[in-house]
Each structure stands twice: as structure tokens, then as C-alpha cells.
């Protein structure tokens, strides 16, 4: 008797910790997808950092997507993560990271100066086919489709 007494306090004890074991597993919450619908649909093409055209026959990049930054800098690859105010005014770019490749210098200064205007941003527009990447010091990043 003392055995199945035993048993059965084991049986319900395994009964037991498997619903403790399913709430904790509960799945996670979903992420909300980043709000600023004018920034995704395709690439853009960077044209000014800072009020200086960009380096002749570069080509820095930059595209939205689920979340999710990347383009060319100008020599390198650039990825990060981005997520836009409910009003979708501000924006916020993050977790930012690059290949680090080496080229001629005018390139890595322009890269330069884009990664960490990126970085920087806090705010954008779009009028018409023309994105304005803008910080709160001032520094903009214009880019076209």
C-alpha cells in the first residue's frame, strides 16, 4: 500500500510540474513591426552626407525592412536595426555593425561620416522619391529611389 501510496504521489507530482513547465513556455510576445511605411518598399540611393555630395562612382546605400537596416556604406556592408516613433516621425537606428574592409581614403571618410550620421539619426522625411535622414545636431543623409 506504502508503494502505491509512493507512486501515485509521483505520478501526480510529474502531472503537476508538466503544467508549471507549459505556462513558463508560453510563447513569446511579437515584436510590433516598426511603423514609417514611406521608408520601406526598396532601396535607397545615398546622393548627400552632411551637405556634401557623395565621392564620384560610390554608391552608399540604404533599406528598410521588418525591422531591419542595411545597405553599402561605401566600401562596406552595414547592418542594424531600426524602429520609428507611433507618430512615425522620429526614428531610432541600433545594434548598427559593419564589415571592415579597407579602401582608398576618400571612400572611408565618406563611409565615415555616413555610418555615424546614421547612427546619429533621430528624425526623417520623405518628399516625393527624396529620404532625409536627419540628427538632432543637424547632419542629414539625402537619398533617393
Given at each position: 500500500m506504502?508503494?502505491?501510496?509512493?507512486?501515485?504521489?509521483?505520478?501526480?507530482?510529474?502531472?503537476?510540474?508538466g503544467c508549471?513547465?507549459?505556462?513558463?513556455?508560453?510563447?513569446?510576445?511579437?515584436?510590433?513591426?516598426?511603423?514609417g511605411a514611406a521608408l520601406a518598399g526598396g532601396e535607397w540611393a545615398v546622393f548627400e552626407?552632411?551637405?556634401a555630395p557623395i565621392v564620384a562612382d560610390s554608391k552608399?546605400?540604404?533599406?528598410?525592412?521588418?525591422?531591419?537596416?542595411?545597405?553599402?556604406?561605401?566600401?562596406?556592408?552595414?547592418m542594424g536595426g531600426y524602429t520609428v516613433s507611433p507618430d512615425g516621425v522620429k526614428l531610432?537606428?541600433?545594434?548598427?555593425?559593419?564589415?571592415?574592409m579597407?579602401?582608398?581614403?576618400?571612400?572611408?571618410?565618406?563611409?565615415g561620416a555616413f555610418l555615424k550620421t546614421l547612427g546619429d539619426v533621430t528624425g526623417y522625411s520623405v518628399a516625393g522619391n527624396v529620404l532625409t535622414l536627419t540628427t538632432a545636431g543637424g547632419q542629414t543623409v539625402k537619398a533617393r529611389r
Open positions: 506504502r508503494i502505491f501510496a509512493i507512486a501515485a504521489s509521483a505520478v501526480a507530482l510529474a502531472a503537476l510540474s508549471a513547465g507549459s505556462s513558463d513556455t508560453a510563447a513569446p510576445a511579437t515584436k510590433p513591426a516598426p511603423t552626407i552632411n551637405g552608399p546605400t540604404i533599406e528598410f525592412k521588418d525591422g531591419r537596416v542595411f545597405g553599402a556604406g561605401s566600401c562596406n556592408r552595414f531610432q537606428m541600433s545594434q548598427m555593425a559593419s564589415t571592415m579597407a579602401c582608398p581614403d576618400p571612400l572611408m571618410q565618406q563611409e
